[in-house]
């Protein structure tokens, strides 16, 4: 790579979706956007911004509050050979379009002997903490992660932004590109080149010898923070980006496991059956032999998410439950300020 | 690019007149006291008192106490999530309604719903919900279980299912009204058409823009009215929840208004032409009401002021009690995830082991 010039810029994570949705609109003229408010009013989080102006609304399409009807219909165009990128407001929205995600996006190669393949990108942000109350603050990945047929990917940066959307843009199969509402602003240094990630690849994002934690999304954020924290007071913590729900790096979290022979899953969606549960089952079958402790998981409170600011803060797993967890599996006793 | 201005379409039916003047000022004391209890969550969301989304009825406010004036105490009520308006016009204090949007445990929702899902069981409020359209299949099974409870007749109870113009074209909306339509339930389906959809117009959502024709799929009668005519809105809502209480005949009623500010409080609106906003302004409801009231000799100029001063004081009075009211407790989380206690619920909070060594 050539070292001369500057080949990244700190942009935030909306930037870097916002120029690869632009780059992949200008690459191939197959790749359309669809969705609600992403035209005349620029995105509810304003990831389209200037697109519709510039692609005009053959290519940036304003859909109506139909999202089982304008998902159907991205489906519908991506077996004909069209690209679509449809964003769903919040993941919360799916659960009206997840017939046609579940039900036929991801049967219809399998169940057709190959004979079609589905190029569709569906963009959507989950996450709770801001007070948003029950139906508007889900972590559903779980529901899409366990669909065969379908790839989920829940980038953590910016540049990860980036290099995964270019590579769901491209990819032949269905893929569910999860964002959340607690990075949108996020800033992270973003290579100028083309990036296009290899989907299915976790990412050891800080090395340690004392204990791995696997997060994923907004979740690897907070689990850096603790990391770097706890690093201060000696501990050395390997942090593992899941990057990918579906497929699973299962050996990039086992071989960090191996390694550290401690496991900490930090995941914002409830614990039963929760994204966490499959970690640590893989973690058993594994690497059993070479861990030191049960594995734990930090998860969300298996309520539906209150509105009112304590009851939502009590809820949702913070850095400090997160540290407090390491803490414990370290068989360290804990300083006041995890409380 | 903005959206372009919209003319308003002709009713299909009419205000009689020739109305009390007691009527007229209540009315126009709740139009008074919607306005200013939205103002003031308004300010209070820049305060950070309150969070999340929070949509106003700003300019919807004729609309509202039309609606409200037609529902009977016995009928019930299902709404979107712009319901501050409603709730209140329901007669609940505006004290509850404020500490709902604090997230305080005094709020009608015991402060675990906020803006989006104002419910209160007693006035058959039967909720505020914040995905579009979700309350519409519901509100028909509610209409379902009257028929089922009720016999027929001006006694009977009906239900009334608010939504908005961008939520006909979501599929619940269709499904529920073929439910309706041929299940003869008594339910009137009030399309709040102000317009936008968030940022999109009527004309860009829907291939029919004249959305109370959309009842005709599901051979129910469909009427459009003024909803900047309080009186007009209140006699087609009620000549609606007749036919449905009494004839088990639902009813697609269309109410045109202007929403004054964006669809919600974070909403700078930049999308809207400066035609439309001030069309929007110029037809809000509020002054032009009060304005009318004056000029018919139905309030002095001293009247209205005193009105829209009370209205004020006692949105202020809200402000206090929220502000003052606890928090839920935390203690309390999981205390309405279930009606029927059960073996082996989960309740560890984030972090806590689920389980001891055996
Ligand atoms: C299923 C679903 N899709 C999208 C949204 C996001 N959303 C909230 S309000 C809204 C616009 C609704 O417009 P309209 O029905 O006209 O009601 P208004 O806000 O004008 O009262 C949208 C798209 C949602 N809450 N639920
Ligand atoms: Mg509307």
Not at chain 1, 131 to 152: C, F, R
């Amino acid at each position: 790579m050539n070292t001369e010039v500057a080949t990244t810029r700190t942009i935030t994570y909306r930037q870097a979706l916002n120029e690869t949705l632009r780059a992949e609109l200008e690459r191939d003229d197959k790749v359309f956007l669809i969705g609600e408010e992403i035209g005349i009013f620029e995105g509810s989080y304003k990831i389209t911004v200037g697109l519709l102006e510039d692609f005009g609304p053959d290519r940036v399409i304003d859909a109506p509050i139909a999202e089982e009807g304008f998902v159907g219909a991205a489906l519908g165009a991506a077996m004909l050979g069209m690209r679509p990128v449809v964003e769903i407001m919040t993941i919360n929205f799916s659960l009206i379009a997840i017939d046609q995600i579940v039900n036929h996006a991801a049967k219809m190669r399998s169940m057709f002997a190959g004979q079609v393949s589905i190029p569709l990108v569906i963009r959507m942000p989950g996450g709770g903490g801001q007070q948003l109350a029950a139906t508007h603050s889900q972590n559903l990945e779980v529901w899409y992660a366990h669909i065969p047929g379908l790839k989920v990917v829940a980038p953590s940066t910016p540049a990860d932004a980036k290099a995964l959307l270019t590579a769901a843009i491209r990819d032949d199969d269905p893929v569910i590109f999860l964002e959340n509402l607690s990075l949108y602003s996020a800033k992270g240094e973003v290579p100028n080149d083309e990036q296009v990630a290899e989907i299915g690849k976790a990412a050891v994002v800080k090395t340690g010898t004392d204990l791995t934690i696997v997060s994923y999304s907004r979740g690897t954020t907070t689990a850096l923070e603790v990391a770097r924290q706890l690093e201060a007071e000696g501990l050395s913590i390997e942090v593992v980006d899941l990057r990918s729900l579906r497929p699973l790096d299962r050996d990039t979290i086992c071989a960090s496991v191996k390694k550290t022979g401690h496991a900490v899953v930090f995941e914002d969606d409830w614990l039963s059956y929760g994204i966490g549960a499959e970690i640590s089952a893989t973690i058993g079958e594994g690497v059993f032999d070479f861990l030191d402790a049960p594995v734990r998981r930090v998860a969300a409170a298996e309520v539906p998410l209150p509105y009112a600011k304590s009851l939502e803060k009590a809820a949702l797993p913070s850095a400090a439950d997160l540290a407090r967890v390491v803490r414990e599996v370290l068989n360290i006793s804990s300083t006041p300020n995890d409380k | 690019m903005a959206a372009k201005a919209r003319t308003r379409p002709e009713s299909t039916v009419e205000s009689t007149g020739g109305e009390p003047a007691d009527t007229l000022r209540d009315y126009y004391e709740q139009m008074s006291l919607v306005r200013a209890f939205e103002l003031r969550s308004s300010e209070m969301y820049a305060r950070a008192k309150i969070g999340g989304y929070c949509h106003l009825n700003l300019g919807e406010e004729a609309t509202v106490v039309g609606l409200m004036a037609a529902i009977e105490a016995r009928d019930y009520l299902f709404t979107g999530y712009r319901d501050h308006g409603y709730a209140l016009l329901r007669g609940l204090s505006p004290e509850r309604v404020m500490a709902e949007l604090f997230g305080k445990v005094t709020g009608v929702s015991g402060g675990r719903g906020g803006s989006m899902h104002l419910f209160d069981a007693e006035t058959r409020l039967f909720g505020g919900y914040g995905i579009v359209g979700g309350q519409i299949p519901p509100a028909t099974g509610a209409a379902l279980a009257l028929k089922n409870q009720e016999v027929a007749g001006p006694d009977a109870a009906a239900v009334m299912c608010l939504l908005g113009d961008g939520t006909t074209n979501i599929g619940a909306f269709h499904e529920s009204l073929n439910l309706a339509g041929l299940w003869k339930l008594p339910i009137v389906y009030v399309i709040v058409n102000n317009g936008l959809g968030m940022g999109t117009t009527v004309e860009k959502a829907s291939a029919e823009p004249d959305l109370y024709k959309r009842g005709a799929s599901y051979r129910m009668p469909g009427v459009r009215v003024d909803g900047d005519d309080v009186l007009a809105v209140r006699d087609a809502a009620r000549d609606a929840l007749q036919q449905a209480r009494e004839s088990r005949q639902p009813v697609l009623l269309e109410v045109m208004c202007y929403r004054l500010r964006g669809h919600s409080v974070v909403d700078p609106a930049r999308y809207r032409s400066s035609e439309d906003t001030t069309i929007a302004q110029q037809s809000d409801p509020v002054p032009s009401f009060r304005a009318k009231l004056i000029s018919a000799g139905v309030l002095s100029e001293t009247d209205a002021a005193a009105i829209d001063e009370a209205a004020d004081v006692r949105v202020s009075e809200a402000v206090v009690f929220a502000d003052e009211s606890p928090e839920p407790d935390v203690d309390d989380l999981f205390k309405y995830v279930y009606a029927t206690a059960v073996a082996n619920m989960p309740t560890a909070l984030a972090g806590e082991p689920v389980m001891d060594a055996l």
